[in-house]
């Protein structure tokens, strides 16, 4: 992509896809990040009344869906584990670590106090399984699903996750794909993207709720359909 970037025959004629949202906030954190460095952050999610200002200790960075997302351990919530865990002998998680979408973020500053990264941390690991920026702790299922018409050529050479592979089809025009994967709500966001180009046929619990977004869509509709 550098490469690219820096070719100057190239100026002007690739178009990189716009992210809009909270690139106020790169540089801050991506320092902080270099120098371990604890942020202060007033944040205020979709539907909350107000906004929260806390520490985090930022970890990662991620785009997803054209927007910035920031991974940092809490130390708020690992030393309320820490505590709960010594008053009922608990094993809830030593360490906590949230996802902040940085265009819901309002503010954000270096602290002086500095925080060591845990190195064992694995990025790979807390994402097995998973779609997008939703972390899951259940273990991923094994998704099988039918696609048609083009779909099949948009799944093979841009799977929806790692662990996607091509089953064999006795029926023509119809490929059926597996996956391993945690049903998030990032999964039903890129299943929905294929609209009907898809069919998911297992687990049941997973094709239930995919019925249930289509019945909700279809509510939508429905009044010009019939006019």
């Known amino acids: 992509l550098n490469q690219i970037q820096a070719d100057s025959k190239l100026q002007g004629r690739i178009l990189f896809e716009h992210v809009p949202s909270g690139r106020r906030w790169l540089h801050t954190i ?6 371990n460095r604890v942020l202060l952050i007033t944040h205020q999610g979709f539907g909350k009344p107000a906004p929260n200002s806390f520490e985090v200790e930022p970890y990662y960075l991620k785009v997803a869906n054209r927007r910035w997302y920031l991974l940092a351990r809490s130390p ?14 608990g094993d809830r998680p030593e360490d906590v670590y949230l996802v902040y979408a940085l265009d819901r973020i309002l503010a954000c500053e270096p602290l002086e106090e500095s925080f060591v990264m845990d190195e064992s941390f694995d990025i ?27 779909g099949a050529d948009y799944l093979r050479t841009l799977p929806i996750h790692e662990s996607q592979r091509e089953l064999p089809s006795e029926v023509e025009g119809v490929a059926c ?4 994967v945690c049903p998030t ?3 039903y966001q890129a299943l929905l993207a294929m609209g009907d180009q898809i069919e998911v046929l297992e687990p049941q619990s997973v094709r239930e709720e995919m019925y249930n977004f289509a019945k909700n869509l279809m509510a939508y509709y429905e009044s010009t359909t019939e006019a």
Do not use: K
């Open 124 to 150: 790979e690991a807390y994402y097995r399984g998973c779609c997008g920026v939703i972390h899951s702790e259940e273990e991923p299922v094994r998704l099988l699903l039918n696609a048609y018409d083009h």
């Open 30 to 35: 991506t320092d902080a990040m270099r120098q």
């Open 185 to 187: 709500y990032d999964l």
């Open 177 to 180: 794909f597996e996956l391993e």
């Open 76 to 89: 708020y919530y690992s030393e309320l584990n820490r505590q709960r865990n010594e008053e009922d002998g």
